[in-house]
């Protein structure tokens, strides 16, 4: 398994201001991801983070907003860039282990950011 | 791109039987995986079919038909503690190897 540390757990943050959320992985692993996730709804997909090169993001987010650094095998950051209230959600880091995929990911227990 | 339909609510009672159904569409789909999340809490893995059949552990169990772009997700004897949201979740050839589209999630709640 994997324990995985993200900070801040929750923010307030002001309209037209940027955060940077950390993922801290208690092992080295290939890819990590960072998912959205608006209270009562699914979770999205920004990008996969990949180590060593750009990140890959999703359709409807661009590294402009949501620049994401990856500097070694067990961290990373997202930043939400110029933050308006939509972006208030909860962002997820996650990692998959290992060569193979068995379909699990493993989750922190997320940021959730509110924009006034 | 990948879409997936589930119930949005499911009300049971304890000790009862509850099935969470998920249909899906993608293409070159791999498998199929479940997940559980309490409120303010992380997702948390359950299960994961790539091949049609039913997959138990303990009190849960998965089930998929790839011929007909369906699964669900089996809890027995449930208890309050299972009260929380649950994902389906695709992985599918579009994406990269271990990239997930969830579901909208299934709000359980369990009575006693």
């Known amino acids: 398994s994997a324990v995985i540390s993200q900070k801040p757990s929750r923010d307030i943050c002001q309209r037209g201001t940027s955060l940077t959320i950390q993922c801290q992985v208690d092992?080295?692993?290939?890819?990590m991801f960072w998912y959205r996730q608006q209270p009562g709804q699914s979770l999205t997909l920004i990008a996969t983070a990949n180590q060593g090169s750009e990140a890959t993001y999703e359709s409807g987010f661009v590294i402009d907003k949501f620049p994401i650094s990856r500097p070694n095998l067990t961290f990373s950051t997202l930043t939400v860039s110029n933050m308006s209230p939509e972006d208030s959600s909860i962002y997820l880091c996650?990692?998959?282990?290992?060569?193979?995929?068995?379909?699990?990911?493993?989750f922190g227990e997320g940021s959730r950011l509110t924009v006034l | 791109g990948q879409s997936l339909e589930q119930p949005s609510e499911v009300t049971a009672v304890e000790g009862a039987i509850v099935q969470i159904n998920c249909t899906y569409q993608t293409s070159g789909f791999y498998g199929l995986s479940w997940y559980q999340q309490h409120d303010g809490g992380a997702p948390t893995f359950l299960s994961y079919n790539a091949l049609d059949g039913l997959e138990e552990t303990g009190r849960f169990s998965s089930f998929l038909s790839r011929s007909d772009s369906y699964g669900y997700l089996l809890l027995q004897e449930l208890q309050m503690k299972d009260s929380a949201s649950y994902f389906c979740?695709?992985?599918?050839?579009?994406?990269?190897?271990?990239?997930?589209?969830f579901g909208s999630g299934t709000q359980l709640t369990v009575l006693p």
């Open positions: 979740a695709v992985r599918a050839r579009s994406g990269s190897a271990r990239q997930l589209t």
């Open positions: 092992s080295q692993v290939t890819m």
């Open positions: 996650s990692v998959a282990l290992g060569t193979g995929f068995t379909g699990e990911l493993f």
